[in-house]
């Protein structure tokens, strides 16, 4: 019961309070995967980090429903919505690609839908259009028990030239005007990208942001890691990575640089899946910070500053600081600030006197240690403090960032 007992703590976040004014009504299971994961897509608790990308002409409701019991949201389709792109899957579908190909795609996507409504899983429709009011028709018909992928990520000529897919990466004007109609319906927008097609995947991310996206899931091509971890300082969206991710290894490397799920197309098969699950479930377990990443001196993104240590030295601190903008003395109240009144706010035995500036559970202290056993915690809800602290320190930057009318 720990995590939700933080969440009660932290009277001051907006979105935490609201969701606990949920969570009365949330049953035990739901309450159990939230402890697990704090995991929360368009209002639904996601009972793990786990989700199947699209694959057009193969990823309905049906491919989900066999794969129901592993995975905590997916995205079916892609669907062509209007003229200009269901000319194009015609043209994919006549050139052999796989299409769905329907006449009147929004009556199938309400089949889609009802399908999906009496799982656990949170779904999300990838979708084609070539217009921000084609976008906001489905939206206005379907509502908001769904997510509204758009499609920025496929690179067949025939949907480009409609408009669509890597259209959007090379015209942001286009896919900020399809995010806010969406946003005006008040809906949950994802935005399906490649990684490396824009000019500048950061500045790309950024504009996804303020434009009032929810997600971003990027298909990392052969970027690795680090591009994951570039997205992740640029914008505080909940981020999947995806791109041959079917392993737990590879699975855990998207998460210790930044991001929040994974999410698997060609090797979505129930094994992988399962497999995935279960490790993921029982490292969530033992740790308490499923996505916790790595110390900053070894390459991790942003929200490993929780894991810092006090600015006295001439390490990889000092720069980032910069970077972000804040000084010594704003780092230093900040984190104590935010342990204040919380169990890290103890530990006069450690380098710095705070379990604030303490390491990950996976770098050796028994000072650390001691102090956490003498505070009656385990390491586990160490680390479930620390990802508070992170989210804290996240909160500071990006909203700074959000309201500085400059950037
Ligand atoms: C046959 C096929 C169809 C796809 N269709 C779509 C699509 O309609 N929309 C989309 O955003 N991505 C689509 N994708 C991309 C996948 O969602 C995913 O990004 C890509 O396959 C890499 O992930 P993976 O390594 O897990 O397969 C498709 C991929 C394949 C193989
Ligand atoms: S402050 Fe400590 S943890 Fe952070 S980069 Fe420097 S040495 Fe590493
Ligand atoms: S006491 Fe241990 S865990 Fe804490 S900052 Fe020092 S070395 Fe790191």
Not at 21 to 39: D, H, I, S
Not at 163 to 188: M, P, Q, W
Not at 379 to 403: A, G, V, W
């Amino acid at each position: 019961m720990l995590h939700l007992f933080i969440i009660m703590e932290n009277e001051t976040y907006k979105e935490f309070l609201q969701f606990r004014k949920k969570l009365c009504v949330l049953n035990m299971e739901a309450m159990q995967y939230y402890e697990r994961f704090g995991l929360v897509i368009n209002n639904k608790v996601v009972k793990t980090p786990l989700a199947i990308a699209s694959m057009a002409g193969c990823v309905d409701a049906g491919y989900v429903l066999k794969r129901a019991a592993h995975i905590g949201a997916a995205f079916i389709g892609g669907y062509s919505i209007d003229q200009p792109t269901m000319d194009a899957g015609r043209e994919m579908a006549a050139a052999g690609r796989t299409e769905f190909i329907y006449d009147d795609p929004l009556e199938e996507l309400k089949k889609q839908v009802a399908l999906l409504s009496a799982t656990d899983i949170q779904a999300g429709l990838n979708l084609r259009g070539s217009t921000p009011a084609s976008y906001a028709a489905v939206a206005d018909s379907i509502g908001d028990s769904v997510v509204y992928e758009i499609d920025a990520h496929c690179r067949q000529e025939p949907m480009i030239r409609a408009g669509c897919g890597e259209f959007y990466l090379r015209n942001h004007g286009a896919l900020v005007s399809t995010i806010e109609a969406l946003k005006s319906h008040d809906v949950t927008v994802s935005v399906k990208m490649r990684a490396g097609v824009a000019p500048d995947d950061r500045v790309l991310a950024k504009k996804i942001w303020k434009a009032g996206a929810d997600i971003l899931h990027v298909d990392l091509m052969d970027h690795g890691y680090q591009k994951i971890r570039q997205i992740r300082n640029s914008c505080p969206l909940l981020i999947i990575a995806n791109n041959s991710i079917n392993t737990f290894e590879r699975m855990k490397d998207m998460f210790s640089h930044g991001a929040d799920m994974v999410s698997l197309a060609r090797h979505s098969d129930e094994r992988t899946l399962a497999g995935l699950d279960a490790a993921i479930t029982r490292y969530a377990g033992e740790h308490g910070w499923y996505n916790s990443p790595k110390q900053l001196c070894r390459g991790g993104d942003v929200r490993s500053l929780a894991f810092c240590c006090m600015p006295v030295k001439s390490c990889p601190l000092i720069p980032t600081l910069e970077k972000i903008g804040i000084s010594r003395d704003e780092y230093i109240a900040l984190k104590m600030d935010s342990v204040s009144g919380t169990p890290l706010d103890q530990g006069k035995h450690t380098c710095f006197g705070s379990l604030a500036w303490c390491c990950k559970d996976s770098s050796p202290c028994m000072f650390r240690d001691m102090t956490i056993r003498q505070a009656g915690m385990e390491s586990r809800e160490y680390m479930i403090h620390k990802r508070e602290l992170s989210e804290k320190i996240m909160h500071r930057l990006f909203d700074t960032e959000k309201n500085d009318e400059s950037c």
